[in-house]
């Protein structure tokens, strides 16, 4: 497959005529709705986002602990699935866009402006039901919110960044799992464990969960600064990955 298109100069040596540069900000915006809408019609795919963490909860709802992280990682795995499926989708458009003229960041950022918001969309439910079901067995019910929403934006340039490792949507989804799978089955308290991309999870799901006593704002700060350096880190490898496939020679 190509990463970038080649264009040369037409026959008789007469340079070739300049592209149209588009403003990046429209460009975005204009990729962003785009993408919502292609989302909307594969209605299996916003059933998976919706009722793949919900079923992880209902099933563990009399243990809330279990069911608070498994909705977190549920809803990070549909985040960074839908992030993947949009990236391998849109791969033959986007290339035409930035041949045309398109800028390569505007559209990278344009699909993830689409998935964060669908994401957070969704988070924000989740933590109403949430505090409709087990809001009363909670330490800090509050912060159900905020570890929803750190969990998208940390999962959402995930599945893009999995789309550029391998080739294919399937694949890309089964690595996804096993990112989560292995999320929730090490022990959190290993030093190593934070080099994976949800422990920021697991610290605020604890913070929400558990009688910490004076070390309580402690995890608040580690999950929170874990998941923002993580959330950044990876948009921009996302956007290194888009603006080197995307590049025009």
Aim: charged share 15%; aromatic share 6%; with cysteine.
């Amino acid at each position: 497959r190509m990463n970038a298109v080649t264009t040369t100069p037409p026959v008789g040596g007469a340079p070739a005529a300049p592209r149209h540069r588009r403003p990046p900000l429209r460009t975005a915006g204009l990729v962003a709705l785009v993408t919502l809408r292609e989302l909307f019609r594969r209605r299996g795919a916003i059933a998976l986002a919706l009722l793949l963490p919900l079923t992880f909860y209902l099933a563990q709802i009399d243990t809330h602990w279990t069911a608070l992280r498994l909705l977190s990682i549920g809803l990070g795995w549909a985040a960074a699935t839908l992030g993947l499926f949009t990236a391998v989708s849109s791969r033959p458009v986007d290339r035409r866009l930035a041949a045309s003229g398109a800028s390569p960041t505007a559209l990278v950022a344009g699909r993830l402006v689409a998935i964060l918001t669908l994401g957070w969309t969704i988070a924000g439910l989740y933590a109403v039901l949430v505090q409709l079901t087990i809001g009363d067995k909670l330490i800090h019910p509050a912060a159900v919110a905020p570890m929803l929403l750190v969990t998208v934006a940390v999962a959402a340039p995930l599945g893009p960044v999995a789309a550029a490792l391998v080739p294919r949507d399937l694949e890309g989804a089964l690595l996804l799992l096993a990112v989560m799978a292995l999320q929730l089955l090490v022990d959190p308290t290993a030093d190593w464990t934070r080099v994976l991309p949800l422990w920021s999870t697991r610290e605020l799901s604890s913070y929400i969960v558990e009688e910490l006593g004076s070390g309580a704002g402690d995890y608040l700060c580690r999950g929170l600064a874990h998941g923002a350096g993580f959330a950044v880190g990876l948009t921009a490898l996302t956007w290194l990955l888009g603006a080197w496939r995307l590049r025009v020679v």
